[in-house]
């Protein structure tokens, strides 16, 4: 199992600010996908990278693939309340399996 | 609408009662996979099937069964539950298998073994 380190484990901002969430790996993933779960329902996709130095956004979303293929990052500018949720990094090397980091938490408030 | 539908949502039962937690998607999916998510340790994988008639173990299988009778359908059996299965449990499928493929969540069975 390939481990995926995320930081920060937890995250309180206020409404208004920007933020970056880290997703580390010692191993090289051939794709890294980010999900958003919020409570009571299941993670929804939000991006898959696939490429070394990719850049993908969605709206105040930017996500990164890094050059090696070893981390990810999720910037969110000007976070809104409706951003609060649990942001889980996962990742694949070509495998059947997917593996998850622990996610981050979000809470936004107004 | 497109969809991974989980029942029960929310299951309490006793030690070593045999308990089923079925799982259905409607994409034609290939892909189908069982998780459990527990505070601090993450999701984690306990079962996954490439096709039908196709299982094979995750991460975190003891205590756990599955089969794949048909394409839509992926039941998880629990024989004897014990409490160290109290946890929220996602079923997901994808279009097939491959870490690239968009995985789409059910909305989560709360199972606690008392």
């Known amino acids: 199992t390939q481990l995926l380190e995320q930081s920060p484990q937890f995250l309180s901002i206020q409404e208004g600010e920007n933020l970056t969430v880290y997703c580390n790996s010692s191993?090289?993933?051939?794709?890294l996908q980010w999900y958003r779960q919020e409570p009571g329902e299941g993670p929804v996709l939000l991006v898959t990278?696939?490429?070394?130095?990719e850049v993908k956004k969605l709206k105040r979303l930017t996500f990164q693939f890094g050059d090696a293929r070893k981390d990810s990052s999720l910037h969110i500018t000007a976070a809104q309340p409706g951003d609060t949720g649990l942001y889980l990094c996962?990742?694949?090397?070509?495998?059947?399996?997917?593996?998850f980091g622990k996610g981050t938490s979000l809470l936004v408030t107004p | 609408e497109a969809q991974v539908t989980q029942n029960p949502r929310y299951l309490i039962t006793v030690t070593g009662k045999k308990l089923t937690v079925t799982c259905s998607q409607n994409?034609?999916?290939?892909?189908m996979s069982w998780y459990r998510q527990d505070p601090g340790l993450g999701l984690r994988q306990i079962y996954y099937?490439?096709?039908?008639?196709?299982?094979d173990k995750g991460d975190v299988p003891e205590g756990y069964k599955v089969s794949r009778k048909e394409k839509r359908n992926f039941p998880l059996i629990l024989e004897s539950p014990s409490p160290n299965q109290t946890s929220l449990y996602f079923c997901?499928?994808?279009?097939?298998?491959?870490?690239?493929?968009?995985?789409?969540f059910g909305d989560g069975t709360r199972l606690s073994i008392l």
């Open positions: 191993s090289v993933f051939s794709s």
């Open positions: 997901a499928s994808s279009l097939w298998s491959g870490g690239n493929q968009p995985q789409h």
């Open positions: 996962a990742g694949s090397n070509s495998g059947y399996a997917l593996n």
């Open positions: 994409m034609n999916h290939e892909y």
């Open positions: 990278v696939v490429t070394g130095g």
């Open positions: 099937s490439m096709n039908v008639e196709v299982t």
